[in-house]
């Protein structure tokens, strides 16, 4: 692999490309050394796109944001923090927003597993040291002498070449321990293997109990956003596996050791058929999408604890209200069905139809196989009646209530009956005034 990749973010998107150069020039002319770092460099180096731009300033992120926000008018100041000597400006590029994250080069000390580090200014080296794998510690000079060119102090291309995810010290878990749900991200997003000496301490750390129920001890959000990004990888199976298998689950809650089986059985690749087929659409025209379809197999995988511990993990997790609302609407349906002696498609339609769709391929997945519930997906939630709540009017019904409820009925007979049409729909009405 080549020491400069000037050739690679030549081709990217012009505009960013423009901006790393004019960054660039503005950190020379300060005497400021500027780096590309973190998952766009990775990425770059892999061919996928990723415009994410991370920017490491030897070594004050905070003079070069003033400076660009100086120089260039369509330059604004999003964020400062002072105390971890960050910085972000958005580059406004013909009504694009193009936000670039300044870190000052730093040092991070733990005072204790798992806490937020104090930070420290330093430099480079120091910098990438701090970093989770050697895939993500490579830095990439923006400078316009030596533009392009790879720093690679790790072995982090050699790595990158023989699909290894490498921690870069002994600590690296412990210090953070969300560490443990991104070397297993990587290995499945990137069919990269974990290293045996990171494997190893990965076990330790995990076996040593110190991070059993971690999301009781530390803000979840942090882990909730590794668990989204692991459960949203189109290879779900891998992925639950994964979980499991590198004891993942334990951070969450060592409860879920008993879900284990969820790994192996058929659920998972028939949930992922849900939300990665082609009908996202699960829902009629909503659709399941990124930032939520990764609560499908998060409600698989919580789906048999109490729900009082449900409740404390979603809490605990940082959940949104909505995030939560798609659980247990789709626990609640679930429960209904379940109580009913047998279900038909008008059962099905009244459980479902105000659920989004991601409650809805909850309730899939979890319900079994049944026909049903793929007729409501594909048929019954697109069923509408030609004949409004206006032409019952001209049939002397009065205003109220009693419209909603004809038209209700009519539309049950409909979903048994999908070929009535708008007369016969009208001779329903007719018997029902
Ligand atoms: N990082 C780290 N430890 C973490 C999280 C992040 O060392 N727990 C570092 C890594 O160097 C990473 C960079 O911060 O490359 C940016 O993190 P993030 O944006 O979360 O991930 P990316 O590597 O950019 O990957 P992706 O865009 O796929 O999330």
Redesign the pocket.
Known sequence: MKSNIKDKLQKIDKDHYTLLIDIGKVSKEEGLKSYL????V??LLLGFD?L?I?IVVENSAKLLAEKLVKKFPNCELSAKHDRFHTAKVIFNVNGEKIPIDLASSREEIYEHPAALPKVSVSDLKRDLY????TI??LAVSILPEDFGEIVDLFDGLLDLKEKKIRILHELSFID?P??II?AGRFAC?LGFEIEENTKRLLKEAIDSRQFDNLIEKIRGD?VK?EIR?LFNLPDIEHAVRTFFNLGIYRMISIDLESRRDVAYGGDVAYGGDVAYGGDVACGGDVACNVSTGWLIYFALIIKDLSSDRQEKIMKNLQLTADEIKIIKDGFNALNKLKEQQSVDSVIIYHELRNLSAESICIVKMLYGINNFIDEYIEKTSKIKLEITGQDLIHMGVKEGKKIGEILEQILEKKIKNASMNKNDELAEARKLI
Not at 37 to 40: A, K, Q, S, Y
Not at 130 to 133: G, I, P, Y
């Open positions: 770092v973190g998952g766009m990775r990425d990723n994410d991370d701090r970093r989770d794998f993500n510690a953070d969300t560490r991104r997003k942090r956003i990004y």
